[in-house]
């Protein structure tokens, strides 16, 4: 259910290798758990971050909850359309709803993150 | 969140099959168990603004008052004429305590000329019962009463579709007795959303099977208590429990227009003193600057001295903005003023009441 080839963190921060850039988002579980989504704020382009920063915000009708970096990096690209169509996180928390790329990821960091299956046992226990 | 729904104290309304079937997400609300949300709080939300939507608000109470004594009794601890009210009239008032302090608002509805049916909150419905058999020997209806509320632009049309013939003329705050496949219900034109809709009056054992047939109608969608406190935010009404309790008069609320200063009744003077002393925190509009929601229990900062406290806040999604009620100074409360709320000190300003200025409630 969860994209294989993505990383998790306990937090329920996703994050992908695209080679030059690492991707970040949110699951799909962290975005139902929020209900719709109402606001998002995402960090400044050229911000450097730590592993478990917290980066950016995300609020729905009923909570608000903080993004977390799942690895160190320099923020190089934030997903501007969810500044104004928070919801498409809720629809597309894989794809469309990705939130920031960073670059200079340690690989180290990376690859200490759960798999797909390490996180759905994980989901299991919430 | 499984231990609550299965402990024995918590309430089921004659819906909750319903809701389960339909995958609700559903929630504790003061005693019952109710869905928070179907397909979504902002698809509801938006559904109910522009079609029709069916709530469940078979939590609320429901009394009978009759004969002139009971309710010349009722009209002692209100704020406004019951007696006078005209047959088929609604009337929006509240019980006060001797200090003016809220212990519930109601609707009450005049059904004939010596018998008033009044519909309550959930929260305080154990003290308003007591409080209403004591001083009016009124008749609790409420464990036999189901409500569904009928909300939006094109809820008329519904309900006429099912059947129920005599709500077509029924102007705003009145109400009428009417058929549904040969039962009798009770219908009022009035409701919590800011839209043209009806709160419907049933016994139990019809409600699953009305609701059955209402939300089976093309232009219908059940919506539950996520869409129904952002739509109600948006017009400003006000949540007992978390705007209004006994610790607020009406005149802090915000409601001074609706009390008949004409009429006796026990907490008068009390809120004549208020008002002419004029030094009180009162109930106002804010609004965020975008999209961010002032939360429930965000102080108030009006140049950064503390001076009230956020009491309702949330995106208004017909809005496209956070709104929110807040208890500020008096003097503070104008349309414009610019203030600071919450641990990251969010800008807000005063806005007057409704924010969404589209509601379709007296179409």
Sequence with gaps: MNPQHLKYTQNHEWIRDDGKVFVVGITEYAAEQLGDITYIELPEVGLDVAQDDDVASVESVKAASEVYAPA???????????????????????????????EGVERAEFDSLMSAAAYEIYLKEQ | MKAVLEARHVKRTPLY????????????????????????ILEEHHHTRSKCSVFDCCHMGEFRLKGSKAIRSLEAMVFNDMICLRVGRCRYSSILDTCGGIIDDIIAMKLSEDELFVVTNAGPYEKVARILYRVCLATDVTAGTAKIDVQGPLSRRVLLDLGLREIEPLKYFTCCRTQWEGFEMLVSRTGYTGE????????????????????AHLEVEPAGLGARDTLRLEMGYTLYGQDVDESHTTLEAGMGRFIDWNSDF??????????????????????????????????????????????????????????????????????????????????????????????????
């Design chain 1, 72 to 102: 160190g990096g320099r923020v190089v690209e934030v997903n501007e359309r969810l500044l104004d169509q928070p919801e498409i996180v809720n629809k597309s928390p894989y794809e469309d709803g990705w939130f920031f790329k960073l």
């Design chain 2, 17 to 40: 099959d319903e809701h389960i079937l339909r995958g609700a997400k559903m929630t504790e609300f003061h005693g019952w168990i109710l869905p928070v949300q179907f397909k979504g």
């Design chain 2, 196 to 215: 043209l809709g009806y709160e419907v009056f049933l016994p139990n054992d019809l409600a699953a099977p009305f609701w059955r047939e209402v939300t």
């Design chain 2, 266 to 363: 026990h907490a008068k003077e009390f809120l004549i003193m208020q008002r002419e002393l004029g030094r009180y925190k009162v109930r106002t509009g804010i609004r965020s600057m975008d999209r961010r929601a002032p939360r429930p229990g965000y102080e108030v900062f009006h140049e950064g001295r503390p001076v009230g406290m956020v009491t309702s806040g949330s995106y208004g999604p017909s809005v496209g903005y956070g709104i929110g009620m807040a208890y500020i100074p008096v003097d503070l409360s104008m349309p414009g003023t610019r203030l600071t709320a919450g641990p990251k000190d969010m800008e807000i300003v005063t806005e007057e009441f409704p924010f969404y200025k589209n509601g379709s409630f007296k179409g």
